[in-house]
Every structure is written in C-alpha cells, then in structure tokens.
C-alpha cells in the first residue's frame, strides 16, 4: 500500500529535477554538475572559483562572513561560495555553521573574517597565520560587504596570486607574516 501511495510522488519530483526550461538548462543542457549554473549566473565569479578548484590539498581560503543560503553578491553575501563549490575549508561558512560550532564561537570566527579583511595590519596579520589561511577571495560580496572594507592586499605577506575583471585572489606568505 505505501509503495503504490508514493509512487505518484516519484513522477511529480523527477519533473521538477529535469526540467528543461531553466536559464542552465538551456545554456549548458540537463547535466549531473551540481556547479553548472556558475558560468551561467555568476559568470564574473565563474573562473576564479574553477581556478581555486585546481588547487592541491585543502588550502583555507578566506571568504566574505556571515555567509547566508543565498547568493547575492550586491550585497554583500557570497554564500561562502568558493568554499561551497569547492570544498576548500574557509574560516567561517554558513550561518548554520554555529550549530556545530556554537553562537559565540561562530561569531568570533566572523569578527575574524571581518578584521582580516580590513582591521589593523598586525592584527589581521596574526590572524591570517592562526587561521592558516592561504588564499584570500576578494570577489563582489567581499567588496560589498558592509561589514568592512577590504584592505589585507596591503599586507606585505599578501600578494596577488591570480585576478580576474570581478574578482581578486590573493597567495599569503604564511612564513612572511612573522607570526
């Protein structure tokens, strides 16, 4: 009885997960990349997240905090979208994060993030090496974010590992931050 009851349900759902009336799928075709929609919606973004996808090991990237399910760079929220897409570690992710870290923990780990990119040279120096960060993604949200105004390029230990026309990442020198 239960399996004739939901079988119904398996018609309905498929329909709504192959359909081919969306913006990607008429751009790129049905497809099982779960990242296809990147070059088709966030085009300015799309190269360097691949790029930072080419990377070997599990570098931390730093990206824009607190990080929301939406993606809307205009104002200042990336998603975490370069650590989402790519499966690198960033200091602090998802909102939901503090579920696992806990709210006080998370918070921290998002004032980090904001003085990192633009508190006090020392201070983001000390924590770009607590945190090991090895690239830093200055992309449409960083440069929106309300929360600060990007400054780590400044950093001497900071420097410019690849750019594209929206988005900047940067190489930190972890054995030239001195910490």
């Known amino acids: 009885m239960l399996v004739v009851l939901t079988v119904p349900y398996a018609g309905f759902a498929l ?17 099982l990349d779960g990242t296809a929609y990147l070059e088709v919606h966030f085009p300015a973004e799309a190269p360097a997240i691949r ?24 104002e200042g929220d990336g998603s975490a979208a370069p650590a989402s897409l790519t499966g690198l570690p960033t200091v602090a992710g998802w909102s939901h994060e503090a579920q696992y870290r806990g ?12 003085t990192m990119y ?12 607590e945190y ?11 440069r929106n974010s309300p929360y600060f105004e990007v400054t780590v390029g400044e950093l001497d230990a900071v420097t410019v590992a690849q750019s594209w026309e929206d988005v900047r990442i940067y190489k930190v020198d972890q054995a030239a931050l001195g910490n």
């Open 15 to 31: 329909q709504n997960h192959v359909d081919t009336g969306t913006r990607t799928t008429d751009e790129v075709g049905t497809t």
């Open 103 to 114: 709210d006080a923990v998370y918070n921290e780990r998002v004032g980090d993030v904001h």
């Open 118 to 129: 633009g508190g006090e040279a020392e201070t983001q120096r000390r924590l770009l090496a």
């Open 132 to 142: 090991g960060v090895e690239y830093v993604y200055v992309g449409p949200a960083e």
């Open 51 to 74: 790029w930072l996808d080419t990377k070997q090991g599990q570098p931390t990237i730093l990206t824009t905090a607190p990080a929301g399910y939406r993606w809307n760079p205009a």
